[in-house]
């Protein structure tokens, strides 16, 4: 769901079009394995100093979009473009080069995204000395910059990921994302391994970093109220598709897609709490994806339309703060309270059947 005007385009950091990462599943015939639809024709463009959250139950394909944005994942169709310059079109070295630069990525464990055999020095100096940034003298002076923007204490320069706790190994996993200086920071669940009491620790420290340095950041969390507090727009994505792109301020009651109602009425807030949006059945495999809407199975609003094909994108142009677009034949209307959608949704949706009995 791209920002299509030309002006808009021009101006992005990052734009996807059209990808698709398709796996080989564990599942099948040795030599004819199943295939893993994890992405499917994703379109999304990041300006630059924005930040874009995305929320989606788990498997739905948030860290194969990270991948692809960040360029460790190749799409096995469809281009992803730095300021313009296709990725996977230029020379390898050229790509690494850029992606180094100007692309940082926070994963959810830093236990094992960090080497557990150097020290944070030389985890910091790494990226400066694979790009050859600056002097060594330059190297080692922006090391202690690095642990400094994140909070380290100097003296844990020689300590080893082992012997720091989960809060630090994440700031170190941070700095080095920042080392570079990159414009755009991708943070991939950076919390969800950490224990609660530093979790608001970390997440203080990315906002903080992302004003201070106006960095972009594509921030991904099962804590979608987090998400949706800590971004400018906010991404649903269902069974490998980007199914809506909403304004954070209208994410939670002017959603127009089913689902992404259905997600946010599941965590109320606290003042006027409801029932949450009843949605019957599992989650499709990914394996074998629904005909027409992939949300049809689940949906209470789906009919044959639904079923026969995959809907277009909507773009509601007037929405304040940017763009809103989403996919659905029978999108919810902006005004419509989720209160009333409960009703309409229980009313649709079947109670789940009681197990068969044993004879
Ligand atoms: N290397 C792989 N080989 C085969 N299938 C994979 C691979 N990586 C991911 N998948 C599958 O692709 C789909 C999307 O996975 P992905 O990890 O992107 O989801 P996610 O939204 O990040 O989930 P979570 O919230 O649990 O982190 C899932 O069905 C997953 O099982
Ligand atoms: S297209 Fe149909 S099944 Fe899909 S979300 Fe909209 S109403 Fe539901
Ligand atoms: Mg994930």
Redesign the pocket.
């Given at each position: 769901m791209t920002r299509e005007t030309g002006e808009t385009r021009n101006a992005a950091l990052l734009t996807v079009e059209d990808a698709h990462v398709v796996y080989a599943a564990r599942s099948g015939h040795l030599f004819r394995p199943d295939r893993v639809y994890a992405l499917t024709g994703a379109d999304l463009a990041i300006a630059p100093g924005e930040t874009v959250g995305v929320v989606g139950e788990s498997g739905c394909g948030?860290?194969t979009l990270a991948r692809v944005l960040v360029g460790v994942e190749k799409p096995t169709s469809g281009t992803i473009a730095y300021r313009g310059r296709d990725l996977w079109g230029m020379p390898s070295a050229e790509r690494r080069a850029v992606i180094g630069r100007h692309l940082g990525m926070v994963f959810q464990d830093p236990a094992t995204a960090l080497n557990r055999r150097m020290p944070v020095r030389r985890v910091l100096r790494d990226p400066l000395d694979v790009h050859r940034h600056g002097t060594p003298a330059q190297r080692e002076e922006r090391v202690r910059e690095l642990m400094s923007l994140v909070g380290l204490p100097a003296q844990l320069a020689d300590a080893l990921p082992g012997q720091l706790s989960g809060g630090q190994r994440q700031r170190v996993a941070i700095a080095r994302a920042l080392a570079l200086e990159p414009e755009l920071v991708i943070a991939?669940?950076p919390t969800s391994a950490l224990d609660v009491s530093v979790r608001a620790q970390i997440l203080n420290l990315l906002l903080d970093l992302r004003e201070r340095l106006g960095l972009a950041m594509v921030f991904i969390s099962h804590d979608i109220q987090t998400v949706r507090r800590m971004s400018d727009r906010v991404i649903t994505m269902y069974l490998g598709r980007i199914v809506e792109e909403a304004p954070a301020a209208e994410v939670t009651d002017r959603a127009r897609h089913p689902y992404t109602r259905a997600l946010f009425s599941a965590t109320p807030g606290l003042l006027d709490p409801i029932d949450p949006i009843p949605l019957s059945g599992p989650v499709p495999s990914a394996t074998r994806p629904p005909s027409g809407c992939p949300f049809r199975t689940r949906c209470w609003r789906a009919d044959a339309e639904c079923a026969a094909t995959m809907p277009d994108v909507t773009a509601n142009g007037d929405a304040e703060g940017g763009a809103h677009r989403f996919r659905c034949h029978h999108p919810v209307a902006g005004d419509e309270p989720t209160r009333t959608l409960v009703l309409e949704a229980t009313r649709t949706t079947p109670a789940p059947s009681a197990p068969p009995e044993h004879p």
């Open positions: 948030k860290s991939d669940e």
